[in-house]
């Protein structure tokens, strides 16, 4: 068990933070801007590469990743779980590219289908089966619980003077 089975649910969406503050104080945005860019990297960096991350542990090392999770090695839902979290990252980083509300929104809500749903499952394996791994009932649990509260109430917060009938551009940069 090293360093990143520690830091790495929260590294991201802390560089995310990191690089959302730098174009904020960069391209001196303010008001509802300052929302968006943080949104924005949210998505792309907290999201997109955390969970791109996440994938390819899945993919390349399935058998450690399913020790720090308290699971067997050698089961299917590893590829299943690693495709999921690839495909969600690389969505999370299109973020940058696709700017619509309606976008975002879609990323928001599936991933946060997803997220607090795993994040239950980490809670009941904890509770029910005494499982007390890494990346069962370490920081990655908490994370599924809360980061897809987090996105959502920066959604809310950056889409509520926008039109929502409107699919253009979110005005981020």
Not at 66 to 88: K, N, T
């Amino acid at each position: 068990m090293g360093l990143m089975d520690f830091i790495w649910p929260v590294f991201f969406p802390a560089l995310g933070a990191i690089v959302a503050l730098v174009h904020i104080f960069w391209k001196r945005k303010e008001g509802m801007a300052v929302i968006r860019a943080f949104l924005m990297w949210q998505l792309a960096i907290g999201l997109g590469l955390s969970y791109i991350y996440a994938g390819f542990g899945h993919l390349v090392f399935p058998d450690q990743v399913a020790a720090s999770i308290g699971w067997p090695p050698g089961s299917p839902f590893q590829r299943e779980v690693g495709l999921w979290d690839f495909a969600i990252g690389i969505v999370g980083l299109l973020c940058l590219k696709f700017r619509s509300v309606w976008f975002w929104t879609a990323i928001v809500i599936a991933f946060g289908i997803f997220s607090i749903g795993a994040g239950i499952g980490h809670v009941y394996e904890l509770v029910v089966h005494g499982d007390v791994s890494i990346n069962n009932a370490g920081p990655v649990m908490y994370v599924d619980l809360l980061y897809p509260i987090v996105l959502g109430v920066l959604l809310f917060l950056s889409a509520r003077r926008h039109d929502i009938s409107d699919s253009t551009r979110i005005e981020a940069d």
